[in-house]
């Protein structure tokens, strides 16, 4: 964090020092109670009780509070600065430390590979200069006031992913951080269970039309068919597609597969550049395209560029191919599992294994609410038609896409049902050898421990 004179915030929270030292540098900010350090600003949100209980008056730090504290028991060397309403005194504060850095913010929002498309454009603008990027894909509002305030004077650039989890959700993100430059990798199916409808978790996303600048830059999928659904006429600024299409102004042609990774060809203003990214499947040669478009506008040379994705590496557990257990080859695909990126998995399955046993082991589709068993009731019809040799679904809510599987016309003998971990590892030794490619697609963060653990003996990792 950037320190500050506690002089300047003052004005900008709209408060009156009650007691205590005005001359006061900040060197951080806290709003949960806690053994305070020296320097720190603390916003107090809570019962009085919780902060005498712990400070321990040993150290300088200010409370910011809207009521009037006990001098007494907050101890020596504390000052106590009083405001009207501590929210909006917060968010004030947020808002100007914001206003004090003038560097360029990119945004990154998508269905699936956001956080991908985010580790990878951080990845590429930290080779010569500071970034500050949300970490893995933990993008909850609750915890970007940390990021924010993890941005100083050093800092060049800021990467940050927005979740839409609930209606407002992309919206509080944009107004803290006010990107210049807009990503959405695609729209699909995902959080319905608290947005509630797909048209509102669409229109949250389209929401990144507003947070940007008349002068921003949007960066859009022109591939993606929701995407398309997006009314783009309010927007005043830039507007770059990437995909396939002909119209999309960075393009991939002559797609292929290579050696834990992607080549392709980029089209970009009439020249043609030689590609490759590390990474399977079509849909990380969509999530360069779009690092790519988002690096190009930040001022990088698309050689640059190119030669800088060459080095990226992935998040574990992020479609990453490695030989597990039986010889075979895995594809741990566990981070997360949603709709839109199950399919891309799979497809990454059928292609990997053209000529090999493929076997897809397939748990929870995560936060679909009311839409949960039309969701499986559509991956079950196409498992049956997608020629993958195995189908496993692992625990009860997974389990009726493998009836629906079965009920399409997929032999009741190619499909399993796991309901335990042990089962799964059971079944994992049974029907894993060197001749077949497994797919592990699943949101193992949210499954219990024991999961975990026969995840582990599948990849066969240390």
């Known amino acids: 964090m950037k320190a500050l004179d506690l002089q300047e915030i003052l004005d900008v929270i709209g408060g009156k020092v009650i007691f205590g030292n ?26 009085k009780n919780e902060i005498y209980q712990h400070n321990q008056g040993k150290q300088s730090f200010v409370v910011v509070s809207e009521e009037l ?17 501590i929210k909006k005194s917060y968010n004030d504060f947020l808002d100007y430390y914001r206003s004090l850095f003038n560097i360029p913010v990119v945004g990154v929002t998508g269905t699936a590979g956001k956080t991908t498309t985010k580790e990878m ?25 940390k990021y924010l305030l993890g941005i100083d004077d ?14 407002g959700n992309l919206q509080t993100t944009g107004s803290l951080f006010k990107p210049q430059v807009g990503i959405i990798t695609n729209i699909g199916i995902a959080h319905i269970e608290g947005c509630k409808s797909f048209k509102t978790y669409f229109n949250e996303k389209a929401h990144m ?25 309010p927007f005043k600024g830039t507007v770059l597609f990437f995909g396939q299409g002909e119209s999309c102004n960075y393009r991939a042609s002559n ?27 079509h849909h990380t040669v969509y999530n360069a395209l779009a690092v790519i478009a988002a690096a190009h506008s930040l001022g990088l040379e698309i050689d640059e560029i190119l030669d800088r994705l060459k080095s990226y590496k992935h998040l574990e557990r992020h479609n990453i191919a ?51 068993k039309a969701e499986y009731l559509k991956m079950g019809e196409y ?26 016309g997929m032999d009741s003998s190619r499909v399993y049902f796991a309901s335990s971990a042990q089962e799964l590892e059971d079944m994992a030794s049974q029907v894993l050898s060197e001749n077949t490619v497994v797919l592990l697609k699943m949101s193992l963060d949210k499954m219990h421990l024991p999961y975990h653990k026969a995840v582990k003996k599948i990849c066969n990792s240390s």
């Open 121 to 145: 454009l951080t990845h590429i603008l930290s080779i010569d200069r500071k970034v500050q990027a949300t970490k893995r894909s933990y993008n909850a509002t609750s915890i970007n006031d």
């Open 322 to 372: 490695h030989i597990g257990l039986n010889r075979a080859l895995i594809i741990n695909d566990t981070w997360n599992s949603n709709p839109t990126s199950a399919y891309a998995a799979l497809k990454v399955l059928q292609e990997v294994g053209k000529d090999k046993k493929t076997i897809a082991i397939l748990g929870k589709l995560q936060r679909l609410g009311t839409q949960e």
């Open 209 to 233: 039309l507003k947070i940007l600048s008349n002068n921003g830059k949007l960066i859009l999928n022109g591939d993606d068919e929701n995407i398309k659904l997006i009314d783009l006429s």
């Open 255 to 281: 797609i292929m597969y290579s050696d834990n990774g992607m080549k392709f060809q980029l089209n970009y203003g009439g020249d043609t550049y030689h590609a490759f990214v590390p990474g399977l499947g």
């Open 69 to 85: 504290l006990d001098a007494q028991k907050l101890g020596d060397g504390v000052t106590l600065v009083q405001v009207k309403n």
């Open 383 to 408: 498992m049956a038609k997608s020629g993958i040799d195995v189908l496993v679904t692992v625990g009860e809510d997974a389990k009726l896409m493998g009836q629906v599987a079965i009920d399409k």
């Open 22 to 47: 005005e001359e006061f540098i900040v060197k951080r900010v806290r709003k949960k109670p806690k053994a305070f350090t020296k320097g720190t600003l603390y916003f107090h949100f809570g019962k």
């Open 154 to 167: 050093k800092t060049e650039a800021a990467v940050i992913e927005m979740g839409v989890a609930y209606p």
